[in-house]
């Protein structure tokens, strides 16, 4: 997995990055589609489901209104615990 999941703060790309290396090896199942008995069909269900998150993500776009409202809180919970430490 990319670091940036790990550490928070993942790109669009990362995670569309991540999402397609973790379902490379299951391409097979996807063919079959579920047609090889319960694991395949289970395999089948699950990519699919993958592949609509990362469509999701795909298509997602920041609303910057909330994205500033966000920062402003963030900063506003520094200044409050360095004031804190004072």
């Known amino acids: 997995?990319?670091?940036s999941v790990y550490f928070g703060y993942p790109k669009k790309a990362d995670l569309l990055e991540w999402l397609d290396e973790t379902l490379e090896p299951y391409w097979g199942y996807y063919g079959l589609a579920g047609s090889d008995g319960v694991f395949?069909?289970?395999i089948?269900?699950?990519?699919k489901e993958l592949l609509a998150m990362q469509e999701t993500i795909r298509n997602w776009q920041v609303d910057d209104r909330k994205l500033r409202k966000w920062l402003r809180g963030l900063e506003a919970k520094k200044l409050a615990a360095q004031v804190g430490e004072d």
């Not at 089948?44 to 990519?47: L, Q, S």
């Open 1 to 3: 997995m990319h670091k």
């Open 40 to 42: 395949s069909a289970e």
């Open 44 to 47: 089948f269900f699950y990519i």
